[in-house]
């Protein structure tokens, strides 16, 4: 069974909702066979790369809210983290562009290294006390290194801005065709969606059911056909 999240390392729902679904799969007795792919979903994408920001001065402009309004809304996610074991910085952090991230965890992908980098990304943004996105390229080296990629890799990707930018593109729009317009959004086997940070137990019965109800293959024709197997192939008479 596949299960694709579309997210964005700048939503710190995110960041929680992928801690109570990690829960939920953990337990769930079929994890092993269970495939997670993370698909790229920008909340700012028109944010230049060099646009950098206090998370609270964001939160006024963008929402209109107070900075105490803001900050009170930092405080719940502060609680709320805890409460999954998370942490989270309330005071001081930033906010940008995202995209080379996303471009990144495209490449993590492709080496089997996607969910040590997302988690990595994530505990950066919203725990560590260095930013993100002021540092430039050589922090998010530094992050994808740490996650097991190569460093000259790295380095490559982050020249090019071509590289992998189709794809999460390609992500982004097939979120919008699925309905997502928000995240996280999760989608279990093309057939099951569930939108936000969910308690635990929500995923948990997802995966349930998502499983239980999976449709066994339906063949076209039962009739005797060539065809190989573990002990070689048939070979018809002549």
Request: hydrophobic content about 40%; proline content about 4%; glycine content about 8%.
């Amino acid at each position: 069974m596949r299960v694709e999240i579309w997210t964005d390392i700048a939503c710190p729902w995110c960041y929680v909702g992928k801690a109570r679904f990690d829960k939920a799969l953990a337990a769930f007795p079929h994890r092993d066979r269970v495939e997670v792919v993370h698909r790229s979903f920008e909340l700012d994408p028109g944010r230049a790369k060099g646009d950098v920001q206090p998370v609270l001065t964001m939160l006024t402009r963008k929402y209109g809210m107070s900075e105490a309004q803001a900050q009170a809304g930092e405080d719940n996610l502060g609680a709320q983290a805890a409460a999954e074991g998370l942490d989270y910085r309330t005071r001081d952090r930033d906010h940008g562009n995202t995209f080379d991230m996303h471009r990144l965890l495209h490449l993590a992908n492709e080496r089997g290294r996607q969910d040590e980098l997302i988690q990595i990304l994530y505990r950066a943004n919203f725990a560590e006390a260095r930013s993100v996105f002021s540092e430039g390229d050589e922090r998010l080296v530094e992050l994808a290194v740490e996650a097991g990629l190569d460093d000259a890799e790295v380095r490559r990707v982050l020249a090019d801005p071509g590289a992998y930018a189709d794809d999460v593109r390609a992500d982004e729009r097939e979120a919008a065709q699925l309905g997502a317009n928000g995240v996280p959004f999760f989608v279990l086997d093309r057939a099951y969606g569930v939108s936000g940070a969910q308690p635990t137990e929500v995923f948990t019965q997802a995966l349930t059911q998502a499983w239980g109800e999976r449709s066994p293959l339906k063949l076209v024709d039962q009739g005797d056909a060539e065809a190989c197997g573990p002990d070689g192939c048939a070979v018809p008479g002549r």
